[in-house]
């Protein structure tokens, strides 16, 4: 009875919230329709892809006992989740936090280097399913002209009973300079099938791609943005922020080629695991985003 009351407390919160503060259009004029021929698709071959930015992620977070046992049990509703914002200097964390997944999934991981211009260093990880996924290679972008402080975390997924393929790109900017950085997003696409990678690509993670980082006014200048083949699956209208005073599409998903992703959505844990605002941003200030990979 308790749990039904904050649920719907929760969704009325959130459904209030979202009137008056629903400022940006989607940033782009491709729409994000997307096949659903889900039953068509033997489930083995459904790949539940996620990003997920776990804000200022490291040792301390990770000790607290509570916030661990709702992260392994997010973390491995996926086949295959981008992790962001991991800044643990000791780099044994993360390691902690693959072990204790495997005791739920057979997961792997890649994982990039600590990646930034000063001190201050995050690192990205892709866990896995190596069940259902192989990893064939991966790569940093090189990044030429240093336009990324995090520059993406490139790899190439293979699913394994029919062996369809997927660039998965991940990246986290800057929130100073969100247009820059996504511009670049085109030009890491095209270095990567430049290498081998596939041509079917998700881009993914927190863009910072809405509110104050990333107007409607800088939509233009952005390819990605304005570039029909590029697909953005999360609007403009979402809510990736967990906090209640704001109302901001942070984090996305951009698709290119032929792949068919579906049921694309914010996985609000919150209301999975019957959380009020300040439970919930023990574990993040960021909700995953979540879409359905049909290979
Ligand atoms: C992990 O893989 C092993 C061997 O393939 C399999 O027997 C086991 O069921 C898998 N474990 C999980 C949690 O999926
Ligand atoms: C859109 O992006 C693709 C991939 O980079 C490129 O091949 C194509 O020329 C671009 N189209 C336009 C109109 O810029
Ligand atoms: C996708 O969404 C539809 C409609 O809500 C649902 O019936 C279907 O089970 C979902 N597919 C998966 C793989 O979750
Ligand atoms: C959230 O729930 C916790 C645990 O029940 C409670 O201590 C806290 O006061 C609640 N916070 C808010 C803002 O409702």
Not at 148 to 162: D, N
Not at 251 to 270: K, Q
Request: aromatic share 10%.
């Amino acid at each position: 009875m308790m749990e039904k009351t904050l649920v719907v407390f929760l969704v009325v919160v959130q459904a209030v919230c979202q009137v008056p503060l629903t400022t940006s259009p989607p940033p782009t004029l491709s729409t994000s329709v997307t096949s659903t021929p889900t039953t068509a698709a033997p489930t083995d071959r459904l790949i539940k892809i996620g990003a997920f930015n776990i804000q200022s992620f490291g040792k301390t977070k990770y000790g607290r006992l509570d916030v661990r046992d709702y992260l392994v049990q997010i973390v491995t509703q996926y086949d295959a989740i981008m992790i962001q914002e991991i800044k643990d200097v000791s780099e044994t964390m993360i390691y902690k936090f693959l072990a204790d997944c495997q005791l739920h999934r057979n997961f792997s991981m890649v994982l990039s280097a600590r990646l930034g211009r000063s001190r201050y260093r995050e690192q990205y990880a892709l866990f896995y399913d190596h069940d259902k996924l192989t990893v064939n290679k991966y790569a940093e972008y090189p990044d030429p002209q240093d336009i990324f402080h995090r520059e993406p975390l490139i790899v190439h997924l293979m699913e394994k009973t029919k062996g369809k393929e997927l660039t998965l790109m991940g990246v986290h900017t800057d929130p100073d300079d969100v247009p820059e950085e996504l511009g670049e997003m085109e030009n890491a696409y095209n270095w990567a099938v430049g290498q081998g990678y596939p041509t079917n690509a998700l881009m993914m993670g927190d863009f910072n791609a809405d509110c104050n980082y990333f107007k409607a006014s800088e939509y233009s200048s952005v390819s990605l943005a304005t570039n029909s083949s590029f697909t953005w699956l999360i609007d403009g209208s979402a809510d990736t922020t967990v906090s209640d005073r704001t109302d901001c599409a942070y984090d996305r998903f951009v698709s290119t080629g032929t792949g068919l992703f579906s049921n694309t959505t914010v996985d609000r844990f919150d209301l999975t695991f019957h959380l009020n605002v300040s439970q919930a941003k023990r574990i993040s200030d960021h909700y995953p985003i979540r879409t359905i990979w049909v290979a």
